[in-house]
């Protein structure tokens, strides 16, 4: 469907007001008068020109302000219609790189990575669900490489058994100290969570970005080992409930990611 502002949108977005709002709108100084905190996704600025250059703007103005800048790279498809001259990921590769060079924090899969960025983690097969943990390592060095201002770089680590059965994880990578850290662990060895009866899996990655701007923005959660695990437990748990939202409370998460995943109730 066609806007009158001439942006292809699905039915849902259409006509709303982020996506016809032109970057003059918003006061960015009065917006971010009492934050700290920015965060962008690839689905925002895939909406029109019109959002995607208020998204650069607001991102550009944070940064500027000394706010954290935090963007996921979920990468669709059937959104990067807005300029009927440029295929779907050369529009949403030219406007995110833009993007990204004010963002601190970046999340993003492989599959967004490879979409947007033209990268790639080697040893991996996202479709097979087959995945190394070293080649994800690698990629957010090559991230870092080409995005020097990135913090944080995280992404989530998927094996896809089946349509019920995943392996879940995640990976923080420090470009400061050139570390990578995962979560869940067994010891000192990454061992993902087994979801072998997974109810639904929308918002598990808006769960995951949530939860790990959450902890980075709680003193006691905000240490990169304790961050990735509280944000990998609770996108787990996501995969447990129905609908786009998270209901677990912070002691479930926090339970998860210490370990107690037996599933006994608590009396």
């Given at each position: 469907?066609?806007?009158?502002?001439?942006?292809?949108?699905?039915?849902?977005?259409?006509?709303?007001?982020?996506?016809?709002?032109?970057?003059s709108t918003y006061a960015w100084n009065?917006?971010?008068?009492?934050?700290?905190?920015?965060?962008?996704?690839?689905?925002?600025?895939?909406?029109?020109?019109?959002?995607?250059?208020?998204?650069?703007?607001?991102?550009?103005?944070?940064?500027?302000?000394?706010?954290?800048?935090?963007?996921?790279?979920?990468?669709?498809?059937?959104?990067?219609?807005?300029?009927?001259?440029?295929?779907?990921?050369?529009?949403?590769?030219?406007?995110?790189?833009?993007?990204?060079?004010?963002?601190?924090?970046?999340?993003?899969?492989?599959?967004?990575?490879?979409?947007?960025?033209?990268?790639?983690?080697?040893?991996?097969?996202?479709?097979?669900?087959?995945?190394?943990?070293?080649?994800?390592?690698?990629?957010?060095?090559?991230?870092?490489?080409?995005?020097?201002?990135?913090?944080?770089?995280?992404?989530?680590?998927?094996?896809?058994?089946?349509?019920?059965?995943?392996?879940?994880?995640?990976?923080?990578?420090?470009?400061?100290?050139?570390?990578?850290?995962?979560?869940?662990?067994?010891?000192?060895?990454?061992?993902?969570?087994?979801?072998?009866?997974?109810?639904?899996?929308?918002?598990?990655?808006?769960?995951?970005?949530?939860?790990?701007?959450?902890?980075?923005?709680?003193?006691?959660?905000?240490?990169?080992?304790?961050?990735?695990?509280?944000?990998?437990?609770?996108?787990?748990?996501?995969?447990?409930?129905?609908?786009?939202?998270?209901?677990?409370?912070?002691?479930?998460?926090e339970a998860l990611a210490a370990g107690?995943?037996?599933?006994?109730?608590?009396?």
């Open positions: 469907m066609r806007s009158p502002t001439g942006a292809w949108q699905s039915c849902d977005r259409e006509g709303s007001s982020i996506a016809l709002f032109e970057p009065d917006v971010f008068a009492s934050v700290d905190w920015f965060h962008v996704t690839d689905i925002t600025t895939a909406l029109s020109r019109q959002a995607a250059e208020a998204a650069v703007e607001g991102a550009r103005t944070a940064r500027d302000l000394g706010l954290t800048v935090s963007c996921d790279l979920n990468f669709r498809k059937k959104l990067w219609r807005w300029d009927s001259e440029s295929a779907p990921k050369s529009l949403a590769e030219r406007t995110m790189r833009e993007l990204l060079g004010f963002v601190d924090v970046l999340i993003a899969n492989e599959e967004d990575a490879s979409n947007v960025l033209g990268l790639s983690a080697s040893g991996s097969d996202v479709h097979s669900g087959v995945i190394s943990v070293d080649g994800y390592a690698d990629l957010a060095h090559q991230i870092a490489t080409q995005f020097p201002n990135l913090r944080l770089i995280a992404t989530t680590l998927r094996e896809s058994i089946s349509a019920t059965h995943n392996r879940w994880g995640a990976m923080l990578f420090d470009t400061a100290s050139g570390l990578s850290h995962f979560a869940p662990r067994k010891g000192d060895e990454y061992h993902p969570y087994e979801i072998t009866s997974i109810v639904d899996r929308v918002g598990g990655g808006d769960s995951f970005a949530a939860a790990l701007i959450f902890a980075l923005t709680t003193e006691e959660l905000s240490a990169p080992d304790d961050a990735l695990g509280f944000a990998a437990a609770a996108s787990c748990l996501a995969y447990s409930i129905w609908g786009d939202f998270n209901l677990s409370s912070r002691s479930e998460v107690s995943a037996s599933g006994r109730v608590v009396r």
